[in-house]
């Protein structure tokens, strides 16, 4: 579960470093993800149904943010990719390009070293903005492993908090709301196990964007934040769609906005060079084994043959559930819209997705957070390429918008990924523990093509009762 890392034992993070049987920590892990995934849907559930203590809401981003604090200060955990971070950062400080080179180029380096199996030969698929955080604390770790990686939780848990504290001072009016808020992004068990204690750069993405939504009231800062969160992970690009769409009728602050962050962007990627930009198309053709488009790989070259891997068929095919997805979810946003403009109450949000803050904006339609979070949703359910650490952003962005059964459709997904990749690395696994990556995780990608299926079910039902008013509402006469 914990990858070893080299340098002076006082430097943080720290450990008692005692060496429990892997199946016990296997079988922990498990537990504590089924536990929390249950109990995080149990409390999604309650906080829709009970009258919320406005001091709940508030001890939940407390325990959350302090429990984001001390993981910082322990060794990353479930995955090894914190390794990859640190000789890319490492590659930087010593001259060397982290997008045309792999850990293996460095040979006896002790950073270099310590990257696992696969992934010693690929060169970076992060944005240049991720590689300068990377080179900072390799900078400040110099040959220490265990400093670089220190440094890269700090940054890592300082966004997950800051992004906890967005969220919450953005829902502060409705202790329901906020205490949601807070069990989708702070306090969720699945977040804090996946992005904090797995320390994936995602975190980094995710807090550009959050903060771009909440202040595209100035659109150029909204740019500059939606460039950062570009220049750190490319696909966090489709939450840009989210503001282009709700300025689509204000021409001057769009092309603000958008020139703000494609100068970003273009900015950062200037910098590292154009060959930053090979490795990521070749990693948005992959195929991850815990996808449904595998079992779609598996049936295609057992019907037509092996002497193809199929992937551009499956990408075509991607992109049409991705579009039929975010058609379902947009056509029951668009209804619920219609449903509330039409009566004078407007319909229950709490069973509908909502707007951002839960008033009709401005010359109508939907709100910048609801379109962003309609398109995150259909990527991370479509994508043929999906880690559990790609929800994250989905919950960030659901926390920003009315409560709906698609905070427990996103988390069951997180839950199934979990344990599909429980844990997420290849060396010093048991053999007889093999049956977990070689077995259960293709069969746990049935779960989410079971997952999509229902979300594109209950997605058109719910658009068919959002546009049908409530009898009550009908009869009653409009106000003059």
Aim: proline residues 7%; aromatic residues 8%; positive net charge.
């Amino acid at each position: 579960m914990v990858p070893a890392l080299t340098g002076p034992a006082w430097q943080p993070p720290y450990s008692f470093d005692v060496r429990p049987d892997p199946h016990l920590m296997i079988a922990m892990a498990a537990a504590a993800l089924v536990l929390g995934g249950l109990g995080l849907l149990l409390a999604l559930s309650l906080t829709r149904n009970l009258r919320v203590h406005p001091g709940l809401a508030r001890s939940a981003v407390m325990i959350g943010c302090l429990a984001a604090g001390v993981l910082a200060f322990l060794p990353p955990s479930g995955s090894g990719d914190h390794l990859n971070y640190a000789v890319y950062g490492r590659m930087v400080t010593l001259g060397v390009d982290p997008y045309t080179h792999g850990a293996v180029d460095l040979p006896g380096d002790p950073i270099a070293g310590a990257v696992e199996e696969p992934w010693r030969e690929e060169p970076s698929v992060y944005g240049p903005v991720a590689t300068a955080l990377q080179a900072a604390a390799s900078w400040v770790g110099g040959d220490s492993l265990r400093l670089t990686i220190f440094v890269l939780a700090l940054f890592n848990a300082a966004a997950f908090i800051v992004t906890g504290l967005l969220i919450d001072r953005f829902a502060s009016d409705d202790p329901a709301r906020r205490l949601r808020a807070a069990l989708l992004w702070t306090a969720n068990p699945l977040l804090l196990y996946q992005l904090v204690a797995g320390m994936h750069v995602d975190t980094l993405a995710i807090a550009c964007m959050v903060a771009a939504l909440l202040s595209r009231a100035r659109p150029a800062a909204s740019g500059v934040l939606l460039g950062l969160g570009v220049a750190i992970k490319i696909n966090a690009g489709l939450v840009a769609l989210g503001p282009a769409w709700e300025l689509r009728r204000r021409p001057a602050r769009l092309a603000l906005m958008a020139g703000c962050a494609l100068a970003v962007v273009v900015a950062g990627y200037a910098i590292v060079g154009t060959a930053a930009i090979e490795p990521m198309t070749r990693t948005s053709k992959a195929i991850s084994h815990a996808s449904f488009w595998k079992l779609v790989q598996g049936w295609l070259q057992s019907v037509v043959g092996t002497g193809s891997a199929y992937r551009g068929e499956i990408q075509v095919g991607s992109l049409l559930v991705l579009a039929l997805v975010a058609w379902s979810l947009f056509r029951l946003a668009s209804g619920a819209a219609a449903g509330r403009a039409g009566t004078q109450a407007g319909p229950d949000l709490g069973s509908r997705i909502g707007w951002a803050r839960g008033g009709v904006p401005d010359g109508g339609g939907l709100e910048a957070p609801a379109v962003a979070t309609v398109l995150v949703v259909a990527y991370v359910f479509a994508t043929p390429y999906i880690l559990p650490w790609y929800d994250g952003l989905a919950l960030g962005l659901l926390a920003l918008v009315g409560a709906s059964a698609l905070d427990g459709f996103v988390v069951a997904h997180l839950l199934v990924l979990s344990l599909a990749y429980l844990p997420a690395r290849v060396e010093s696994q048991p053999q007889d523990l093999e049956w977990l990556r070689t077995v259960l995780r293709p069969q746990l990608a049935w779960a989410l093509l079971a997952l999509t299926v229902a979300l594109l079910v209950w997605a058109w039902r719910a658009a068919g009762r959002a546009r049908t008013p409530p009898a009550s509402a009908a009869r009653r006469p409009s106000t003059p």
